[in-house]
């Protein structure tokens, strides 16, 4: 299992992509770690035909997120507000994430 730079509940800005995402933020709803993406609240929203159902007993079009790769994202710095690099300490079995642009730790 590799380590990851995003967690869920990260607020995180899209880097690159599709033009209406590219820049705007988000929170960061589930991270799939073993394809390297991440679902963003509110970004890359893809329609998908649904039967009907006892959830949806009408059925039709839903909007959704659909997943973004790690590496388009980057954290936002909770210090400055501004996107940052993340650099990882180990204490023992704990995993420390540091902002590079405060220097801080990242709760």
């Known amino acids: 299992m590799s380590k990851l730079h995003i967690r869920k509940g990260d607020t995180v800005v899209v880097l690159t992509g599709d033009v209406k995402d590219k820049g705007k933020t988000g929170k960061v709803l589930k991270v ?24 949806n007993p009408q059925g039709g079009i839903i909007k959704k997120e659909a997943p973004i790769h790690i590496s ?36």
Request: hydrophobic share 30%; no cysteine.
């Open 32 to 55: 799939l770690v073993d394809k390297n993406r991440a679902i963003v609240e509110g970004r890359r929203m893809v329609s998908r035909s649904t039967k009907p159902s006892a959830k």
């Open 72 to 107: 388009n994202l980057s954290l936002i710095d909770p210090e400055s507000g501004k996107p940052t690099r993340v650099s990882i300490k180990h204490e023992g079995k704990n995993v420390i994430r540091i902002s590079k642009k405060s220097g801080k730790e990242i709760k």
